[in-house]
T-cell receptor, first 110, second 112 residues
């Protein structure tokens, strides 16, 4: 299947720090999605990006759809303990072709 | 708000048992998906369905089957459960009209 390279695999940061993670692919996507998964729960959609170059914010979260349509990044500013979890990117061709990154595990030290 | 529900949060079954995992969505979405999630392997697509009674194999369909008799319900069936099917199973749905997929809370299945 399609490969999405998500990095970093894990991060250990201090509360209050900013965080950045990204996904890259060799293929072009029409949509990029970012999810957060809490332990023992299903992924929850954080941000959806539909247009190359688009920059979208959701509270302390900011995500961008790369100009080449082959990458996306997610930034979290001023991290707090409840940001702990696994963050996934997904690249989408169309309504039934979703490809997921392997996840970035975020740990926040109070 | 989109709601995707799964019949059980935790399930323990014995090797050889037939297992049914149920998923229901309330947003009239055309597409429904079953994934399994294992540490280090990420999300792997088992099957998806783009319409009632329609299904397509994903990346790892072996040992699984699915049923979609009604638009809102998508069932995953393990014909004869094996220990290597111990995993977290996630159901998701998406509409045709825009590219977003919504997940249920997951079912953690243990096969002894």
């Amino acid at each position: 299947g399609q490969q999405l390279n998500q990095s970093p695999q894990s991060m250990f940061i201090q509360e209050g720090e900013d965080v950045s993670m990204n996904c890259t692919s060799s293929s072009i996507f029409n949509t990029w999605l970012w999810y957060k998964q809490d332990p023992g729960e299903g992924p929850v959609l954080l941000i959806a990006l539909y247009k190359a170059g688009e920059l979208t914010s959701n509270g302390r979260l900011t995500a961008q759809f790369g100009i080449t349509r082959k990458d996306s990044f997610l930034n979290i500013s001023a991290s707090i303990p409840s940001d702990v979890g696994i963050y996934f990117c997904a690249g989408v061709y169309n309504f039934n072709k979703f490809y997921f990154g392997s996840g970035t595990k975020l740990n926040v030290k109070p | 708000d989109v709601k995707v529900t799964q019949s059980s949060r935790y399930l323990v079954k014995r090797t050889g048992e037939k297992v049914f995992l149920e998923c229901v969505q309330d947003m009239d979405h055309e597409n429904m998906f079953w994934y399994r999630q294992d540490p280090g392997l990420g999300l792997r697509l088992i099957y998806f369905s783009y319409d009632v009674k329609m299904k397509e194999k994903g990346d790892i369909p072996e040992g699984y089957s699915v049923s979609r008799e009604k638009k809102e319900r998508f069932s995953l069936i393990l014909e004869s459960a094996s220990t290597n099917q111990t995993s977290m199973y996630l159901c998701a749905s998406s509409p045709d009209s825009y590219n977003e997929q919504f997940f249920g809370p997951g079912t953690r299945l243990t096969v002894l």
